[in-house]
Every structure is written in C-alpha cells, then in structure tokens.
C-alpha cells in the first residue's frame, strides 16, 4: 500500500471519513457539522465504532445516516464498524458547528440563534427577535410558518430582499 | 450516494436497504442504544408505561395526519404533519422500548399494527374525530402542555431510555404547545366566528380533562397554560363536567376502531409486506 506520509492513527482517520459524511437532508453539511456524529472509536479488536444522535425523535433520515456512516467507513477499508445511537443528552441546535454555520448561510438558510437553556415556558409575545436574512442581512424580516420542509426548519421572510428563507429552529 | 440533489439520494438503493417511505419493517429506533433495563426497574410497569405513552402519540399523530391534503393553508398543513411526525418519532421509540421491557422482543409494527382497540391505553381526547381546525388547535394545545409536563417529569426516570425520549421528546413539545397556543389566540381573539369555534371547541374538550389527570396528574401545569391562553384570547375557562370511561383502562369511544381500521389495514391485509 502507498501512502502520501505518515499514515494517520487509525482512529483518527476513521473519524475522519465518518465526520465528511454529509447529512442526507442538508447535503451542504456534514454530519460533523450538524453535530449528529457525537463519537467516533476504534476497539483494539479493530472494529470502529460511530456514535449518532437524531436531531428529532421523528428524523426519518436517521436510518439512512447510519447506513451513510457505515458505508463509507467499509469503502474506506474498516470491515467491522458498529453504528451506535446515543439519545442522551438529547440534540441541540447549539451543536451545529461555526463552519456549519456559515455553510448554511452561504446556502441561503438562516443559522440558529442561542438554544433556551432549561424549560421553555409558554410565551404568546413574539417569541424571539428577527432573524437576520442570509441573503442581504435585514433584520426586516417575519416569520411566515413556524415549520418547513425538514423537522429542524422553520419559514421565514424577508421584507427588505423579499426573498423567502429557511431558518434552523433552535432547540 | 449522490451529493448533486437530494431527491436523487433518496431514488437510490442501498446496501442496508434503508428506506424513508412509510410501511413496516423499519430499522430498529433504538438500534445501538444500550437497552438492559437496570435493576431495580420495574419492568412491567416501565413497558405499560411506554405503551400507553407511545399510544397517545400514534393516536395523536394519525389524527393530526388527516389534515394533509385539507388543512386551511399549505403552511398550516405543513405544520401538523411535522407535529405529527415527531409524535411518531417518539411513538416508535417507546413501542420500542415497551417490547424490551415486557420481554415479549415485540417491535414496533406489533403494537402499532396488530392489536385491536381495547389494547389501545391512549386517552380519549386523543382518539375524538378532527373536527375543525378550532377543535384541532384546542386538543393539541391540552395535549402537548399535559404530555410535556409530564415529560418533564420523567427525565429523572430510572429507566434511562424513557428518561432520554422524555428529555428529547420535552423539547419537541414546547414547540407544539407555541404553535397551538398562538392559534388558539388568534381565532379567539379573531372574529365572532371564529371565537364562537373557540368556544365550543373548549367546551368538547373539557369532558375529557379529568381522565388526563387521572393518568398523569399534571393539572396545575396544564391549567397554568389553558389560562394564560383563555386570558389573551378573551375566551372563557372551560366547564369541567367528567365522563366516564378511561382510554387508560381500555375503555374507549366508537371513533378509535374506525381509526385503527385505516392506519392497520395494508399492514394487515400483507404481513410482513415492506413498501
């Protein structure tokens, strides 16, 4: 086998392959970026062992990131992988890293603000402040569904652009 | 797998044969999660407990799904479905849960397909026909506020897997409890229709309030937020006048076998059919 250098420690390449799988319903980021890759480790036996989380109790692309994680590693030489599902602490949209961030912006979707720490209580004021465009940056914006397309997302609109945007909920 | 465009992610096969449609067979929810339950737990109860948790949100959620294709705006129906879709997202992990504690190894497709509607613990609240979309935002408002105070309560639950979907599943349900909060706001405090809507909407729902908190009494919490509704919407408290009958005990209405028909009957009619 040639390499380019030296070769990795193998539990870090595996994390490697794992975190450049990207999410099947935000194909702009990875798993890694989405926060949903919660481990990555290799047993002695060799066997790399991938930790998930589900964003939502109802993500139906849960099944099919499991499958990705596992695929990719085989296709990267790792005959034994394990896929583990981790539900606790349950998910949150503060996971989503600085570059996935910015990765959704460039793509025209709002990145979450703060999550609320503790419980959240009723409130029937407008809930948060204007999300910013992430297309011209107004803050002249309103929300227009308070869901869309995938669990994670919400709808909004700018009035400045008048263009529609999705926005990730922070949970 | 194609990055290129997601619905051509989702028209390709996959060694694992994992699929997004709906049918049975799926993967296991709570595949690689650690599912001994500990010592100590009592493990008839826990599974008892799931069930009846995981049949208030199956129920719930094929009664939120009948408004696809029929909702008021195409954002509303959007609105439901996910709401919908989280129910059974948590529905999935208790049945789940609920066949690993009883020790039968059932999945889910057993409890959701194959028993009748006395098996069905769900309350009744959540099996009651849609109605409007007054009556739908009004159960959906009690709902979610009892289940997440309950929820609430079971994150210190000593079954871990129970304490986890109750911490993710809290979360899920804060969000639907704003959401049909702020309608039932706003068609209060809308027009004489649509407050008249309101109004009987809050006086079928109120019958039912009693067998919530015989399940789960969470009252005070579940009170706390119907008033704060009921006061911005200018909207009377309902009446609490109990029926009889617990969903808990089996004891249901004529409108959950018809329910259970539509939502078992390709799973019926081909067993073990995948699609």
């Given at each position: 086998?040639?390499?380019a250098?030296?070769?990795l420690?193998?539990?870090h390449?595996?994390?490697?392959?794992a975190?450049?799988v990207?999410?099947?319903e935000?194909?702009?980021?990875?798993?890694?970026?989405?926060?949903?890759?919660?481990?990555v480790?290799?047993?002695?036996d060799?066997?790399?062992?991938a930790?998930?989380?589900p964003?939502y109790?109802?993500c139906?692309?849960?099944?099919?990131?499991?499958?990705d994680v596992a695929?990719?590693?085989?296709?990267?030489?790792?005959a034994?992988?394990?896929?583990?599902t981790v539900?606790?602490?349950?998910?949150t949209?503060?996971?989503?890293?600085e570059s996935?961030?910015?990765k959704?912006?460039e793509?025209g979707?709002?990145?979450?603000?703060?999550a609320?720490?503790?419980p959240v209580?009723?409130?029937?004021?407008p809930?948060r402040?204007?999300?910013?465009c992430p297309?011209?940056?107004s803050?002249?914006?309103?929300?227009?569904?308070r869901f869309a397309?995938?669990s994670?997302?919400a709808?909004?609109?700018?009035?400045?652009?008048?263009?529609p945007f999705?926005?990730?909920?922070?949970? | 797998?194609?990055?290129?465009h997601?619905?051509?992610t989702?028209?390709?096969?996959?060694?694992?044969d994992?699929?997004w449609?709906y049918?049975?067979?799926?993967?296991d929810p709570l595949?690689?999660?650690d599912?001994?339950?500990?010592?100590?737990v009592?493990a008839?109860?826990?599974?008892?407990?799931?069930v009846a948790?995981a049949?208030d949100?199956l129920?719930?959620?094929?009664?939120?799904?009948?408004?696809?294709?029929r909702?008021p705006?195409?954002?509303?129906e959007?609105a439901?479905?996910?709401?919908?879709l989280?129910l059974?997202?948590q529905a999935?992990l208790?049945y789940?849960?609920?066949g690993?504690a009883d020790?039968?190894?059932?999945d889910e497709?057993a409890?959701?397909?194959?028993?009748?509607a006395?098996?069905?613990r769900?309350v009744?609240l959540?099996?009651l026909?849609?109605g409007?979309?007054a009556?739908?935002v009004?159960?959906?408002l009690?709902?979610?506020?009892?289940r997440l105070a309950?929820f609430?309560g079971?994150v210190d639950?000593?079954d871990p897997?129970?304490a986890a979907?109750?911490?993710k599943g809290?979360?899920?349900?804060?969000y639907h409890r704003q959401?049909a909060?702020q309608?039932?706001?706003?068609?209060g405090?809308g027009?004489?229709?649509s407050?008249r809507?309101?109004?009987?909407?809050?006086?079928?729902?109120?019958?039912?309030l009693g067998?919530?908190?015989?399940a789960?009494?969470?009252?005070d919490?579940v009170?706390a937020?119907v008033?704060q509704v009921?006061?911005?919407a200018g909207?009377?408290?309902?009446v609490?006048?109990?029926r009889p009958?617990?969903?808990?005990a089996?004891?249901?209405t004529e409108h959950l076998?018809?329910l259970?028909t539509e939502?078992?009957g390709i799973?019926r009619?081909?067993?073990?059919?995948?699609?």
């Open positions: 086998m040639v390499t250098g030296p070769a420690p193998d539990a390449r595996a994390r490697r392959v975190e450049r990207p999410d099947p935000l194909p702009m980021l990875t798993l890694a970026d989405l926060g949903v890759l919660r481990d480790e290799t047993r002695a060799g066997t790399v062992v930790s998930l989380t964003t109790s109802g139906p692309a849960m099944a099919e990131m499991r499958a695929a990719r590693l085989r296709a990267a030489g790792y034994r992988v394990e896929i583990r539900l606790d602490p349950p998910w949209s503060d996971w989503i890293t996935g961030r910015r959704l912006a793509h979707i709002a990145p979450p603000g703060r609320p720490r503790g209580p009723l409130v029937l004021s809930t402040p204007a999300v910013p297309r011209c940056g803050r002249e914006t309103e929300e227009t569904s397309a995938t994670c997302k709808l909004w609109r700018c009035r400045a652009c008048r263009e999705e926005y990730v909920k922070e949970i | 797998m194609s990055d290129d997601v619905y051509l989702l028209a390709e096969g996959h060694e694992d994992t699929r449609a049918g049975t067979g799926f993967e595949h690689g999660v599912t001994t339950v500990p010592e100590g009592d008839a109860g826990l599974a008892a407990e799931c948790l049949d949100a129920v719930g959620a094929q009664r939120l799904a009948e408004w696809i294709t909702a705006e195409l954002e509303e959007v439901l479905a996910n709401i919908g989280d059974l997202g999935r208790l789940t849960r609920a690993q020790g039968t190894g059932r497709d409890y959701a397909y194959f028993r009748d006395a098996d069905f769900n009744t959540a099996e026909p849609g409007d979309f009556f739908t009004v159960r959906l009690v709902l979610s506020s009892w309950h609430r079971l639950h000593p897997v129970l979907v109750a911490a809290a979360k899920e349900l804060a959401y909060a309608w039932c706001v706003r068609l405090d027009t004489d229709e407050h809507r309101m109004r009987a909407a809050l006086e079928q729902v109120a019958p039912y067998e919530l908190h015989t789960h009494d969470v009252r919490e009170a937020d008033r009921t006061d911005a909207l009377p408290l309902p609490y006048r109990p009958g617990s969903g808990r089996g004891e249901h076998a018809p259970l939502l078992q799973a009619a081909h067993p073990e059919a995948t699609w």
